[in-house]
C-alpha cells in the first residue's frame, strides 16, 4: 500500500492518472498447490488486493487504472511504460520473516529488468513510506 499511497500523491500533484498495475508474484499465490480450490484461492486474494486499492483510490480524486498482470514484472511494466510513458513507481517488500534473499532478488532482478529495458525514471518506495500531511 506504500507505494499506492505514494502514487496517489505523486498523480494528484501531477494531475496525471496513475497506472497501478499488479504482477502476479510468488506472494500471492495461496498455500497448498494440491488444494483443490487453489485457482479459487488465488483469485480470492488477488480481487482482496484489487478490493482494497480501489477502496483508497475511489476517496483519492485522481484519475487511474487498476490492472493485474502475469508474467516477468520488468517486461509488463516496461510494456506499461511504454504505452503511458511517465515514470515508475516500484513498492518493495514489506519486512517479514519470508525469504529475505528471495525479497532481495525479486526486486533487483525487477529493476534490472526495467533499467535494461525501459527509458523512464524508477522511484522505490519504501514498505514504511507514510503520506506526509501538509
Given at each position: 500500500m506504500s507505494a499506492l499511497h505514494a502514487g496517489a500523491g505523486f498523480a494528484r500533484n501531477l494531475d496525471v492518472t496513475l497506472h497501478v498495475i499488479h504482477?502476479?508474484?510468488?506472494?500471492?499465490?495461496?498455500?497448498?498447490?494440491?488444494?483443490?480450490?487453489?485457482?479459487?484461492?488465488?483469485?480470492?486474494?488477488?480481487?482482496?488486493?484489487?478490493?482494497?486499492?480501489?477502496?483508497?483510490?475511489?476517496?483519492?480524486?485522481?484519475s487511474w487504472t487498476y490492472e493485474t498482470a502475469r508474467g516477468d514484472p520488468a517486461a509488463v511494466l516496461t510494456r506499461v511504460g511504454r504505452t503511458?510513458?511517465?515514470?515508475?513507481?516500484?513498492?518493495?517488500?514489506?519486512?517479514s520473516f519470508n525469504s529475505p534473499f528471495s525479497r532481495l532478488m525479486y526486486s533487483s532482478s525487477t529493476l534490472r529488468g526495467l533499467r535494461k529495458h525501459a527509458d523512464l525514471p524508477i522511484v522505490v518506495i519504501p514498505p514504511n513510506f507514510r503520506k506526509v500531511s501538509s
Open positions: 504482477v502476479v508474484d510468488h506472494f500471492d499465490l495461496p498455500i497448498g498447490f494440491d488444494s483443490p480450490t487453489w485457482e479459487e484461492d488465488l483469485q480470492h486474494n488477488l480481487d482482496e488486493q484489487r478490493e482494497e486499492a480501489e477502496s483508497y483510490l475511489s476517496n483519492s480524486q485522481i503511458h510513458g511517465g515514470f515508475f513507481l516500484i513498492g518493495s517488500r514489506k519486512k
